[in-house]
Every structure is written in C-alpha cells, then in structure tokens.
C-alpha cells in the first residue's frame, strides 16, 4: 500500500436503485448510494469513456480506478481515444469531475458508502504535455475539495486521486508545482530513482512489450519471475503497479494471464469488460 491511499477517505459502493424506478439515467447517476459489496481496488476501467455512461457504468461495477484520454483543443480538454472522435460536449468537466462533485456530495462526501477507497481518475495525456497539463491543473484547481493533494511532499487523501499518464513533457511543470492536486504515473524505468512515492505513486507497463506470454499454456518460469521481481521492485518504494494491453478477450488465456496478475501482487487489472473483470475478482481466491 502507497502513501496516499492509506490516508484516504471512507467512501463507498453504490447500490443500483430498487427495479421498476423510472427517473431519468442523469438522475439515477447522482442520488445517494447506499452501501453495497466492497468496491474493487484493483479494477481499472481502461478507456472508461467509450462505455455508454462513462464513469458510472464503472462504478456500477465497483471499479477503484477509471482512465479518461484527453486532449488539449481551443483551451478546453476533450475526452476521447483518437482525434477523429473528439466532441466539444465531451469534456473532462462533463463526463468526470462534475459528475463525480456531485455524487460525492450526495454521499456526503464519498464515493463509495461505507468503504476506504480514494477513485483513481488516471487521466493520459494525448497532446503536448506541458501545455495539456496547465491546462488541467487550472481545471482540477476548480475541484480541490475532492481531490487528494500534495503539499511540500505531503500528501492528503480526498474522495478522489487524479494520476496523470501519456506524454512524458508533463512531468517537469508537475514537480515545479509545490502545492499539486495530481499525481505522475511512472514507468519502469523509474523505479530506483530519486521520484518519491508522493510523486509517482503509479508504475505503469505495457504487458505485450514485456511478456511474450498471452495466457496460453503455463506461464514461463522466468517470465513469471520477471513479473514478481517488478512487483517486489514497485512495493519495495511504495508504488503500485499496473500493465496495460493485457489480453482481454473473454476465455482461458485472459484468466490465466489475470490469476497470474493477483498471484504476484499486481495492484491493478487493466479492462475494457467491466462486467467480466467485476465476476473475475469478487470470485477469484
């Protein structure tokens, strides 16, 4: 466990609503949750914003962590995977933040009911990073009172904890920031380096760039043991870890390659099936 989510606020799952209510979807989205199963920790909704209710259908899941892309145009950052699919009304404002204030005001002041769990919003950066991230450190400034800070190398615990990914041209404006309202998401290579955990919290990798294996057969000895030293490696300076591009088609070799993830202590699992990553984890081990 890193520094900041052992300072992190109670927060809770989210209950679907009782069947047969007929509010609209944008009200159901921000009525008070009451307490559920515990949320799930290690479940990443990857690309979280192409699901038809970003954000919610995440947490209708018990997701602990989202990923929204977003891009630097005229002044405002847009949420989309590729460029051909930016839409002005798309906004990080719009599909997380504001949503995201408002469920946690109606929750008084959680997310998920009833549970210690700080949401990651890992936000990966598509255009230039230093000016993208200005950008967005203006806009997270305007949602201070959800989010985990950093102070000095201190760090505070909110509802929310926003991990900044992608363009690597962001780091240098993040650590001239001596008061920051997100964190940086490492690579590898950063492991062993002067970065603290209150900086880099996150250690991110892509699996197929890694590992030849895709779930099918054993998994390699040594291939196996890479993946422990990288966890031993993470845990040892307070960082967690998580690989994307991991296979996620439904069968086998997808299970294989998650069982082999939790049985080495890997903090996140990277999906784009929230239902079958959500009935993977609660019943495993």
């Known amino acids: 466990m890193n520094l900041y989510t052992r300072r992190t606020a109670v927060v809770s799952l989210g209950a679907a609503l009782a069947a047969g209510l007929t509010a609209p979807a944008a009200a159901r989205d921000t009525v008070v949750h009451t307490t559920g199963p515990a949320p799930l920790r290690r479940a990443h909704a990857h690309n979280d914003y192409e699901h ?11 997701f602990g962590s989202v990923e929204a892309d977003i891009w630097l145009v005229d002044g405002r950052l847009l949420v989309a995977h590729e460029e051909g699919d930016l839409d002005p009304a798309r906004t990080l404002e719009a599909l997380y933040l504001s949503p995201l204030r408002r ?6 002041g959680t997310v998920y009911r009833g549970h210690r769990l700080s949401l990651q919003l890992l936000i990966d950066i ?4 230093d ?3 200005r950008a ?3 806009v997270l400034r305007r949602y201070r009172e959800l989010l985990s800070v950093c102070s000095a190398g201190r760090v505070r615990g909110g509802p929310v904890t926003a991990v900044v990914s992608g363009d690597r041209a962001a780091r240098a404006p993040m ?4 008061v920051r309202l997100a964190f940086y998401d490492g690579r590898p290579e950063d492991l062993g380096t002067a970065a603290p955990a209150s900086f880099a919290p996150l250690v991110s990798a892509s699996w197929s760039e890694m590992f030849d294996w895709q779930g099918v057969g054993p998994m390699p000895t040594e291939q196996r043991e890479r993946l422990r030293q990288l966890v031993t490696a993470a845990h040892s300076e307070r960082r967690r870890l998580r690989f994307w591009a991991t296979p996620d088609l439904a069968g086998p070799a997808r299970e294989a390659v998650w069982t082999q993830l939790l049985d080495a202590g890997v903090d996140h699992l990277n999906s784009d099936d929230l239902p079958g990553l959500e009935t993977f984890l609660r019943t495993a081990h």
């Open 52 to 62: 038809p209710r970003p954000l919610f259908d995440a947490l209708d899941h018990g």
């Open 131 to 133: 000016p993208t991230y």
């Open 126 to 129: 598509k255009t230039a990073g």
């Open 103 to 108: 469920r946690i005001q109606a929750n008084g």
């Open 175 to 178: 650590e001239a920031e001596r």
């Open 136 to 138: 967005l450190s203006r």
